[in-house]
């Protein structure tokens, strides 16, 4: 049974910074993308960002770009998502996801996710 577990959440001032972890077990992740999506209130869920199997390539959302970094640690089949200057528009639920993709900023490529953890970002 495959299980993502987001830690790592929540409150924050506007300006701080927070450090996501998606932890994976279940199943071997080899050749797995890992990434982040995050849906805020009344929003549709949207993707940040993702990183491959080798960490050798990553992607991010122009919203985050140069805000946030993801990167994973094979060894414990676990990926992370360093927050930096957060700002109030990035109060949402986040979540990890994992799959072999192509369109890896479409959530529609991903069957593995988490149950999300919750960051609010206060102005």
């Known amino acids: 049974q495959v299980q993502l577990v987001e830690s790592g959440g929540g409150l924050v001032q506007a300006g701080g910074s927070l450090r996501l972890s998606c932890a994976a077990s279940?199943?071997?992740?080899?050749?797995?993308?890992m990434g982040w999506f995050r849906r805020a209130p009344g929003k549709e869920r949207e993707f940040v960002a993702y990183i491959t199997w080798s960490g050798g390539s990553t992607y991010y959302a122009d919203s985050v770009k140069g805000r946030f970094t993801i990167s994973r640690d094979n060894v414990k089949n676990t990926v992370y998502l360093q927050m930096n200057s957060l700002k109030p528009e990035d109060t949402a639920v986040y979540y990890c996801?994992?799959?072999?993709?192509?369109?890896?900023?479409?959530?529609?490529?991903?069957?593995?996710w988490g149950q999300g953890t919750q960051v609010t970002v206060s102005s």
């Open positions: 996801a994992a799959d072999r993709c192509s369109s890896c900023w479409s959530a529609r490529e991903y069957d593995y």
């Open positions: 279940g199943r071997t992740f080899s050749g797995y993308v």
